[in-house]
C-alpha cells in the first residue's frame, strides 16, 4: 500500500488564504525526495469549488464534514500514513480541525498505531520547508 499523508487545515475563517497555504504545503510535500511512493490528498480546493456543497450552509456544511472525516477515517487506518495540520497563526484549531484530529486519534489509538501527526502554524511550515 503507498504511504499517504492526508493534510487538514481551517477553512471558513478565510477559505482563499487556507486553501493556498494547504495547496502550497501540498506541493512541498509532493516534492520532498524522501517521499517515494507516497500520495498528499487535501480537500481545500474541491471544498472552495463547491464540490462538497456550499460551506456557508449549515446542512451542506455537515454533509461535507461526513464526507471530509470519511476520508479522515480511511486514512487513518493506513498503519505508514500520515497526517499533517496547518493551526491559526496563534496555535488554535477550529472546530472542524478539531473534530479531524480526533478522528485521527480515536482511530490511530484504537489500532495501536504511532499516531503519525504533525502539526504547525504556518509560520513553522514556511520555516520547515525554509521558505
Known sequence: MIKTKLIVAPFQANPNKWTKRVIWLHNQLVQDPTLVQSAVISTHANILAGAYGNDLDSTERKNGMRNTLALVQATALGYKNELYVI?????????????????????????ELDLNMYAGTWQHWLDEFKQ
Open 87 to 111: 493551526t491559526f497563526d496563534n496555535g488554535t484549531i477550529s472546530d472542524g480541525v478539531e473534530k479531524e484530529l480526533q478522528t485521527w486519534v480515536d482511530i490511530r489509538s484504537d489500532l
